[in-house]
């Protein structure tokens, strides 16, 4: 294919999706690459460019829209919000009674999977220093947690009831059922009942009459690069703005074939001079399936391609931070990385 | 060579002797992906640069090996500064933008 004046452009700024492959997947805009265009880092140029669009917000995921940025700074925002925002989570769990029927370390593990809502960056990393068996954490790097809770029989039962609801009392222990003990100064620097798990609602364990619960847990800072529980978000995901582009007028019966091949909304039929014409109104709305590239009259008519620099972000909170949040904290981590190896760079010049 | 003697190394520089200043492979410690691929795109649209790359040795070793080698004789941690200079000016950036774009929503 040879580069024309044309081509160029779409090869340095669109991923065509091919019937058998992809094509154009890698950046290729540095300098030397193609003569005449100066692709050398320019801040001006990046901040002409660049634009973020809020599609929506609300208390627990944010949809938005990064345009004008590379592939790899995109891919490095997700990846910390995966695996590099701090998040507090339950760690050391001291059990005094387990006689429930789930075992010790299948109940820790769980334990340590309920997302605490307690703000991060009011507390710091615990040392890794020695473990003493039962290491008192201080109250800058430790929320001390306790679960007790004992199941009995409800005397009020009548004889011939047989619903577990009726008969027990306290036989389905909830996260609502774990409070906050505050150690040294917690207690005035956050209010009373402000630090305890974000959900009420997580079914913990299930016991029977004489089953009991004592556990006092510790709550320390950590990423998710170490355990998948101090992940802050559900999931953080990005897709790139689909482009479609109608090579030739489709018209009447093959129009609706057309329209049915993309998911609705993406390809409106428009009355002209009594025909009914396809267009495309909103490519953003599809999901990039191909289905249409799978009928031999319709593949020709159709060009699909992704704006390789349109970056649509969706990222959902597990609640312990709000979303909007969880993304200004994500490109802090990746500035604190740089200046990290910054300093590195010049305390050995200094040498 | 660049790193801290006391307790782990962050970054180390390894050049073949007989090699000039240019063309050297730094060492970045608890480094993967996220890092390395960005600065390497940083540095890659930097004219003097005429070889940006970086490889994972092990995925069970948390660290990066990252060669930069320059043209005209340029020593290689003039690139790698720049890079991460202008990854800092990227994130600065697109930080102002969400925060304006945030207040605006609103």
């Given at each position: ?181 505050p ?48 992940s ?22 093959k ?56 970056f ?10 709000p ?29 | ?13 390894i ?39 970086y490889t ?5 070793e ?8 320059t ?36």
């Amino acid at each position: 294919m040879a580069a024309t004046m044309k081509n160029v452009e779409e090869i340095r700024t669109r991923v065509i999706l091919g019937e058998f492959g992809v094509k154009n997947v890698h950046t290729t805009d540095f300098p030397g690459n193609y003569p005449g265009y100066d692709d050398t880092w320019d801040l001006q140029k990046f901040q002409k460019k660049f634009s973020i669009d809020l599609v929506s917000l609300d208390e627990n995921s944010i949809e938005f829209d990064m345009v004008g940025i590379d592939a790899a700074i995109a891919n490095a925002f997700r990846r910390i919000l995966l695996a590099e925002v701090p998040t507090m989570a339950i760690e050391k769990v001291f059990i005094y009674n387990n006689t429930s029927i789930v075992q010790d370390e299948v109940l820790a593990h769980r334990l340590g999977l309920i997302p605490i809502k307690a703000d991060p960056r009011l507390f710091e990393y615990r040392n890794a220093g020695e473990e003493s068996s039962e290491e008192e954490g201080s109250e800058i790097d430790t929320i001390q947690l306790q679960l007790k809770i004992k199941c009995s029989r409800n005397p009020r039962a009548s004889k011939d009831d047989s619903d577990p609801r009726e008969l027990y009392l306290n036989h389905m222990v909830y996260s609502r059922d774990i409070k906050w003990v505050p150690i040294g100064n917690q207690a005035d620097v956050f209010g009373e009942s402000s630090i305890g798990p974000v959900h009420d609602d997580i079914l913990i364990a299930q016991l029977r009459p004489g089953q009991e619960l004592d556990i006092i847990m510790h709550c320390v800072k950590g990423i998710g690069k170490d355990h998948a529980k101090f992940s802050p978000v559900a999931t953080a995901s990005y897709r790139l703005l689909p482009e479609i582009t109608l090579l030739e007028p489709v018209e009447g019966e093959k129009a609706e074939r057309l329209k049915s091949c993309f998911s609705p909304g993406v390809i409106e039929l428009e009355d002209v001079n009594g025909t009914k014409v396809a267009k495309v109104v909103n490519s953003r709305l599809d999901t990039c399936s191909r289905e249409v590239l799978r009928h031999s009259d319709l593949k020709d008519v159709v060009k699909l391609g992704r704006v390789r620099d349109h970056f649509i972000y969706t990222v959902e909170s597990t609640g312990i931070l709000p979303p909007e949040v969880l993304v200004m904290e994500a490109i802090k981590v990746l500035m604190a990385k740089c200046q990290r190896f910054l300093n590195e760079l010049d305390s050995a010049d200094m040498d | 060579m660049a790193g801290e003697g006391e307790k782990k190394a962050v970054l180390e520089m390894i050049q073949a002797d007989g090699g000039d200043e240019g063309c050297v492979t730094f060492v970045l410690h608890d480094e993967d992906h996220t890092l390395g691929n960005s600065v390497r795109y940083m540095i890659m649209k930097n004219v003097d640069v005429e070889f940006c790359g970086y490889t994972i040795t092990h995925p069970s070793e948390s660290k990066i090996n990252f060669r930069i080698q320059t043209r005209g004789g340029i020593p290689a941690t003039e690139p790698l500064r720049k890079g991460l200079n202008d990854l800092n000016d990227v994130c600065q950036h697109v930080l102002n933008t969400f925060q304006v774009n945030l207040c605006v929503h609103f």
